[in-house]
């Protein structure tokens, strides 16, 4: 049987607990450490943020800082994560020599579902894994878990909720709803999460969930677990990681690339996660200067994302050489991400550099990152239809307007949408409030049944991301334009939105929207005069 040590390193603060996990990933890539299982807990309620993920754009930090709720980054990607003292966390880190396909990792992942859920089934509870990284109960989720690698060394972590969650000092730390909770009210937002207390009529001692825990992995793996403690090259190795994990810098993640002199860009996709690019771009050479790729993705190995980035410094914009650029990465490297190809990010790089048009169509330099396309967009196509549709979200209308929850306007000038008719009316577009999603998706499908080739749109960049599959599926292209001022995404009520009752009002972007049809109608003019 395969020998694997326990540890148990007790309570421990946030940037301590993510120091100790990159010291046993990095002793155990140079075979000085057996294969281990490590138990965990916080000293304090803690958010732990995915490995690529961006702490200003997941976590509401004054809040964390003024209720004492530490925020740090784990090792492994995906969502960010909220821990209170009682959590249980668990690690294990394994040596395995050409361990790298998809295919291998999948297979380990499984293995490690398997073991957490047997350890829990031994307690009582009626546990199932649910692939890619959770453990549920009656499909409400008990824990959570993730890996990467580095090396020929592998780590997978996790936790078990011992204790029911406060759900809104966690909604309140965590910038949630993002993308994340479609179609959800906030007030069910508790029913996705459960804990032992909750599952269990008689809640087990923290020994005995270990025990079981141990049990299980052992049982999965075939294993023989030994009680250990850590070695003194481990605490090197921790004394080192913690010097970075407790830094401000490894807290905050990379943000938007900020290069003077250069256009700032960037894009967004999500397929089975959320990939963000912000790309720093030479215009006059065509070159991207500078790099940076966030999301809630698992990326294996640990260094996937940085040499990445490394690799797409310096070579020029173009469509062929971005992708050659990012898989000659991914096979080098041997990377590999759950749930996306490499074509998912040489796609969101080469949207994010393909904004500079933008300034052809009469967009600042500073508003490059206001406009998304949607699908394959021929910017002729916009006066070469018979009717442009110009759709607008209901709430940039007045709060108290009548028209608030209905469709149309009654332009009296107290708010955005009163210019957008006006304005749709100057350039012959037929000007659609959205009142809800459900109205929009029949709105975009009659409009492509009735021939429209593209039309021109209003909206939050939170309402694209978490509906570009919706988009692409019905398949109409279409110019999007952000809104300003807090949106429903931004103030957790993006289910009142949905269904057309959001209380809050936003500003639509009239100016630049105006600037656009300017500059396409002369094109469409000029495109007319050669003809003639």
Not at 201 to 224: D, M, N, Q, R, Y
Not at 410 to 433: E, H
Not at 462 to 489: M, Q
């Amino acid at each position: 049987m395969r020998p694997v040590r326990v540890l148990d390193t007790g309570s421990r603060t946030g940037a301590q607990n993510v120091a100790l996990a990159k010291a046993l990933l990095m002793a155990c890539n140079k075979q000085l450490i057996p294969d281990t299982l490590r138990f965990f807990q916080f000293n304090s309620d803690c958010v732990l943020l995915g490995y690529h993920q961006i702490a200003e754009q997941e976590v509401r930090l004054s809040f964390c800082y003024e209720q004492g709720i530490e925020v740090n980054r784990r090792l492994s990607g995906g969502n960010t994560v909220y821990c209170d003292e009682s959590t249980l966390g668990w690690e294990t880190v394994v040596y395995r020599a050409g361990l790298a396909t998809g295919e291998q990792l999948e297979t380990l992942t499984m293995q490690l579902g398997a073991a957490i859920t047997r350890g829990l089934n031994l307690l009582g509870v009626n546990a199932q894994y649910k692939h890619p990284g959770t453990v549920e109960v009656a499909g409400r989720e008990l824990c959570w878990l993730g890996g990467t690698r580095h090396g020929n060394a592998v780590l997978y972590q996790g936790c078990v909720r011992i204790n029911d969650v406060t759900i809104e000092r966690m909604l309140y730390a965590l910038r949630i709803p993002t993308e994340k909770l479609k179609n959800k009210e906030i007030d069910l937002f508790s029913k996705k999460f459960t804990s032992l207390k909750g599952v269990l009529s008689e809640p087990p001692t923290l020994a005995s969930v270990k025990g079981a825990i141990v049990e299980g992995f052992c049982e999965v793996f075939h294993a023989a677990a030994t009680p250990g403690r850590l070695k003194d090259i481990e605490d090197n190795y921790y004394q080192t990681a913690y010097s970075e994990t407790s830094s401000q810098e490894w807290v905050s993640g990379q943000a938007e690339v900020i290069n003077p002199g250069h256009y700032q860009l960037r894009d967004t996709s999500k397929e089975q996660a959320v990939v963000t690019v912000s790309i720093a771009m030479d215009a006059h050479q065509q070159q991207i200067d500078a790099v940076s790729i966030a999301g809630d993705f698992y990326a294996y190995p640990l260094e996937l994302v940085q040499e990445l980035e490394a690799g797409l410094c310096g070579i020029m914009a173009n469509p062929a050489l971005i992708r050659k650029t990012v898989n000659d990465c991914f096979r080098k490297h041997q990377g590999y991400v759950p749930g996306l190809l490499p074509d998912h990010f040489s796609q969101t790089i080469i949207r994010a550099a393909e904004k500079l048009r933008f300034l052809d169509w009469g967009a600042y330099p500073e508003e490059l990152n206001e406009i998304t396309i949607v699908g394959d967009c021929i910017a002729k196509d916009i006066f070469e239809q018979p009717v442009t549709p110009l759709l607008v979200p209901y709430c940039a209308k007045d709060i108290g307007c009548k028209f608030r929850y209905i469709e149309g306007c009654g332009r009296c000038g107290k708010c955005d949408i009163s210019d957008a008719y006006n304005l749709a009316d100057q350039y012959g577009l037929a000007t659609i409030t959205i009142q809800n999603y459900e109205m929009l998706e029949e709105k975009l499908e009659n409009l492509k049944k009735n021939g429209c080739r593209v039309f021109i749109g209003a909206c939050c960049e939170s309402f694209w991301v978490k509906h570009a599959r919706d988009f692409e599926r019905i398949g109409l292209p279409g110019i999007l334009v952000n809104v300003d001022n807090s949106t429903c995404y931004d103030l957790g009520k993006e289910q009142k939105a949905y269904q057309g009752s959001f209380e809050n009002q936003t500003r639509l972007k009239n100016d630049l929207i105006l600037r656009i049809l300017q500059r396409l109608a002369n094109y469409s003019d000029e495109a007319l005069n050669g003809i003639a």
